[in-house]
């Protein structure tokens, strides 16, 4: 048994002070004191969460999950942990069915060797998208939704992002809703009229990718996916809350409207984690330099955030408490998914990280163990 004294612990609305949380593989509980027997870590003022999730990112320290090599899971999840993500989507690219394939089949037999961030399924950005709202994808490589590409991955597929009107991608999306309710279906790469977007609700989608970005600007007279997606309080979306991507009034307005329905995601390549240079995208060269990623045309392409950054940029730049914005990594992620980590409760996963005030990482917990501490 181990035990935290001397943090302040964030359980949903609250901070906890002067308790100790006992936990194994799983949360105990909290309690006044500890024994003897029980390992102590020291907190020392810090906050204590439970883990970052990150549903949206392709790679971090020179690899990506398109290079499907279990090197790259490695050095990916490596690279990770030290800024408080705990667990992950790792996220596909458009490109050619046998890349693609490549890919998932290297996730599905993928097993760490060591303690590291917990890879919970797959999301798969495209190829089902607008050729019009490519962004950083690969037009090329852009197809119809089809039950036949992904068939043999369904239990390692949890996020597809889908422009729903496109050609049949429709009746797929009404199909997956149906049939396979545990695949959260996003709206992303779209140029999707406000009408098409309520249409897709109705039909499955339930989340937006990368709020604001490959998709149609608003307009006070045609509103398009984010007028929609503001517009229903059922349906949840995701930022990159880098201030390149979005500026940063955009966080404060999308706290406001969506609070208990955003979440913060990296989308982040393989330039994550390093130093400026010119990568690798979905075949694409990418030139990074300053925190900004983009292909030769100057579209951006992915980011190089952090998780620890996005939490503290929303912090900064919304009125929301950290209460709300720890919950956009921890447990709003966790309660799309349908999976038993983000919260500090009695039962669930054991996925904890120790930060201080600038949300600088001190200490990463997963499953019980230490994975990272910072020196």
Avoid: W
């Avoid at 422009?163 to 149906?178: C, G, Q, R, T, W």
């Amino acid at each position: 048994m181990k035990a935290i004294i001397n943090g302040k612990f964030i359980v949903g609305d609250s901070i906890i002070e002067n308790k100790a949380l006992l936990f194994d593989e799983k949360i105990v509980g909290f309690v006044d004191s500890v024994g003897s027997d029980v390992e102590v870590i020291d907190a020392d003022g810090c906050y204590v969460s439970a883990g970052f999730i990150d549903i949206h990112i392709h790679g971090s320290g020179g690899y990506d999950v398109m290079d499907a090599t279990y090197e790259a899971l490695e050095s990916i999840a490596g690279a990770i942990v030290g800024y408080g993500t705990t667990s992950y989507l790792p996220t596909t690219m458009t490109m050619s069915r046998d890349d693609i394939h490549k890919a998932l089949d290297n996730i599905k037999s993928y097993k760490p060797n060591k303690v590291e961030p917990c890879i919970l399924g797959v999301h798969m950005e495209g190829p089902f998208i607008n050729p019009i709202k490519t962004g950083a994808q690969d037009s090329r490589y852009i197809m119809d939704a089809n039950i036949e590409l992904i068939d043999e991955y369904m239990d390692i597929i949890r996020m597809i992002t889908i422009a729903p009107e496109v050609s049949k991608n429709l009746d797929f999306i009404s199909y997956m809703s149906k049939n396979h309710p545990e695949i959260v279906l996003s709206i992303g790469h779209s140029n999707a009229t406000y009408e098409e977007s309520i249409k897709s609700f109705k039909c499955g989608i339930s989340h937006a990718t990368h709020m604001f970005n490959a998709m149609p600007s608003y307009h006070h007279r045609e509103v398009g996916v984010i007028g929609a997606v503001l517009d229903d309080d059922s349906v949840s979306c995701d930022v990159i809350a880098d201030t390149i991507h979005t500026h940063h009034t955009t966080l404060s307005l999308l706290y406001r409207q969506k609070k208990s329905n955003l979440m913060l995601i990296t989308d982040s390549m393989r330039a994550g984690c390093i130093k400026d240079g010119v990568y690798d995208l979905g075949g694409q060269a990418v030139y990074v330099k300053d925190g900004k990623a983009t292909l030769p045309s100057g579209v951006l392409a992915g980011s190089v955030l952090k998780l620890n950054q996005a939490v503290s940029n929303m912090l900064k730049y919304s009125n929301a408490s950290i209460q709300e914005v720890i919950a956009m990594v921890t447990e709003l992620p966790a309660k799309k998914l349908g999976i038993n980590k983000g919260l500090l409760e009695i039962g669930y996963d054991t996925d904890i990280v120790i930060f201080d005030t600038d949300i600088d990482i001190k200490l990463s917990i997963i499953s019980g163990k230490v994975a990272y501490k910072k020196e």
